[in-house]
């Protein structure tokens, strides 16, 4: 008994035998490597996951504060663009970004020879373009579903594309026609369901149905007014881009900025400050959860921008803009999960038509740009799939 404890005391794993007396020594586990923070940070699917995230978080909450009975948009408005400039430049103060700090008086342009602007004078009038962009789209989804102002807001790529041939020199190919077509028919399905479902739920000659079509031809009519205020915008932010050299963050902190005065001046004398309105728009049962909503979502503002240059960077232009149009999906799902959105065969084949119309563009635009390199013609007009601040992001990074 001693001599076998001995003997397995001092044995030794010699590996296989494989003939002649030659032993294989024996074969390491392999133990797979634990992904890295930096590789996680540079897959694809984390800047993608975040932006389609950061999208659906600023879409829902801004439908929970925009309730029906909430009056104080530009409040909201200010409130948003306030925390946006207090949070980067707090990441300014800490060292994280860099943008060029306001000062009317620094850094001046000429817009003509003979007449120098400053940078805050040439970026004003961007700022109250996107004044009207912000405030109508708050009325539009104030009165709309989620599902439909996402199918909606389609129109403003056929709006912007005819702006960019005008104003840049751009072209729509056919297959760019046909996504048209896509986005104008799954705007009318939706329409048709909102409408159908109405009649449907209160009497085709009820008080209550006569109310509630009177309302989505309200949420219509600023949606219509925000599609031509958001083209407009972004056609001019992009001269105004072109003009200044701005990067991302600079676009940012400049909206922002100069938006709160006038946001701040418009809610105080064009917005109702009484005890009942104040009672009326922050009820005392919610009161706490539509505050911390609404200062979420100005942080959203700052997250939208920063993982849609994130996006371009890891990924590429024609990828960014694929994950926009699918992105529509679960924005509009989102409507259906958490508020009262109508799900029926009408609303639900608008969302699938809207959807497949912002895929078949993205493919248009990235074919266009395709063509475009290979007859080695200036692909300016095709970077039109990536809106102007993600493209001066992209810019950004590379610098």
Known sequence: MADDKRRDDYTIEMGERNGENSFEPPRPVYTPPAPSRRSLVNHPMTPIL??????????????YVLSPNFTLNFFLLGVQGLVCVTFIQSCKTMGLITYRDFNADEARKCMSHSSPKSFAYIWFPVSLLLVGMIYTGSKAIQFLSIPVYTIFKNLTIIITAYGEVLWFGGSVTRLTLFSFGLIVLSSVVAAWADIQHALSSYGHVSSEANAKISTLNAGYMWMLINCFCTSTYLLFMRKRIKLTNFKDFDTMFYNNLLTVPILALTTFFFEDWSAASLERNFPPESRNNIILAMITTGLGTVFISYTSAWCVRVTSGAT???????????????????????????SVSAIAIGASSGIVYAVAKTRQQQASKQVGLPTTAAAGMVSASSQSARDSMRS
């Open 50 to 63: 975040s932006y389609c995230g950061s999208s659906i978080l600023m879409t829902v909450l801004n439908k």
């Open 320 to 346: 960014y803009s694929m994950v926009g149009a699918l992105n529509k999906i679960p924005i509009a799902v989102s409507g259906l999960v958490f508020f009262d959105a109508p799900v029926t065969v009408p």
